[in-house]
Nanobody, 124 residues
């Protein structure tokens, strides 16, 4: 089992920045990929970015260079740096982890471990 705990969310004004963190514990050595998802009220959960154990990354098109996913060398802490925040970035942000490759690693069904989420609210 793997446990994931997110932190770093908050309320910011448009144009601001946030750095989200996700602490992983348990059988982290078994993880192949970690990712960030977000879900706004009334919308489906969508992939934001993912990172493999070899540090290769994938980003959603809407990120447009504003988001950066990274992980520490021990592969136990995942980060998401978000710059130039927009009101449409308001959502609950979730950390996810997968023990094997499935499809694109940018859809929820590709992951078998989830955190509880951290809220990001951006005001105009």
């Amino acid at each position: 089992q793997v446990q994931l705990v997110e932190s770093g969310g908050g309320s910011v004004q448009a144009g601001g920045s946030l750095r989200l963190s996700c602490a992983a514990s348990g059988y982290t050595y078994s993880l192949y990929c970690m990712g960030w998802f977000r879900q706004a009220p009334g919308k489906e959960r969508e992939g934001v970015a993912s990172i493999l154990s070899d540090d290769s990354t994938t980003y959603a098109d809407f990120v447009k260079g504003r988001f950066t996913i990274s992980q520490d060398s021990a592969k136990t802490t995942l980060y998401l740096q978000i710059n130039s925040l927009k009101p449409e970035d308001t959502a609950m942000y979730y950390c996810a982890a997968a023990s094997s490759y499935r499809t694109t690693m940018m859809v929820p069904d590709d992951y078998n471990y989830w955190g509880q989420g951290t809220q990001v609210t951006v005001s105009s």
